[in-house]
């Protein structure tokens, strides 16, 4: 089965400097990969997505993310953070069963803070 | 364009009682699934359907039913509440019954209590 990983529970910066959000993941055959913020008390919004092409993504926000075949990674980065950046980040990966539908596999989830 | 919405909002239920989770989007989507979300474990699907007629069972089904009788409304309904129900729920839509590389677009989430 897909799975990701985010394997950072919190990630504290400093705002003006750059963040990283990791995630790992495990699929087989070509990734389709997500990213989604979800700012408290709300629904979770979409950020950008991997699907083909080229391996830096750009998304909403600012926000970008590499995808690194080799190390199977798919890390959220921006190049200089805001405080109102402060929020749950998930990464998710499509999973396709044979002979299923798709869905989306969500990993647990990276509470990122920006300090002033 | 209202997307996804949910209601209630916030919800407290005694052990045992039943309640329906009501979901409804006006973007025509095909796709449609309930998620809950619970601290350190992310979301979890627990029902999705991918037209009118048709749902199926995700990773956590039991003590949940769905049915879809409309593209617009995808109801998640409580049967016996237990406290290990207590959670956020999200129902979520996308566009297209296969299409995998389509936004999936969420509600603000169901706040639900079971004591």
């Known amino acids: 089965a897909q799975s990701v990983a985010q394997p950072e529970d919190q990630v504290n910066v400093a705002e003006g400097n750059p963040l990283t959000v990791k995630c790992t993941y495990s699929v087989s055959g070509n990734p389709y990969l997500f990213w989604y913020v979800q700012y408290p008390n709300r629904g979770l919004q979409f950020l950008l997505k991997?699907?083909?092409?080229?391996?830096l993504v750009k998304g909403s926000y600012g926000f970008e993310a590499e995808f690194n075949k080799s190390q199977t990674s798919f890390h959220l980065k921006k190049p200089s953070a805001l405080v109102s950046d402060s929020a749950l980040y998930f990464c998710a990966v499509r999973d396709r069963p044979p002979g299923g539908y798709n869905k989306l596999i969500f990993g647990a989830g990276t509470r990122l803070a920006v300090h002033p | 364009n209202a997307g996804v919405t949910q209601t209630p909002k916030f919800q407290v239920l005694k052990t045992g009682q039943s309640m329906t989770l009501q979901c409804a989007q006006d973007?025509?989507?095909?796709?449609m699934s309930w998620y809950r979300q619970d601290p350190g474990m992310g979301l979890r699907l627990i029902h999705y359907?991918?037209?009118?007629?048709?749902?199926d069972q995700g990773e956590v089904p039991n003590g949940y039913n769905v049915s879809r009788s409309t593209t617009e409304d995808f109801p998640l309904r409580l049967l016996s509440a237990a406290p290990s129900q207590t959670s956020v729920y999200f129902c979520a839509s996308r566009q297209g019954q296969g299409s995998s590389g389509n936004t999936i677009y969420f509600g603000e989430g169901s706040w639900l209590t079971v004591v």
């Open positions: 973007m025509n989507h095909e796709y």
């Open positions: 359907s991918v037209g009118a007629g048709i749902t």
């Open positions: 991997y699907i083909t092409g080229d391996n």
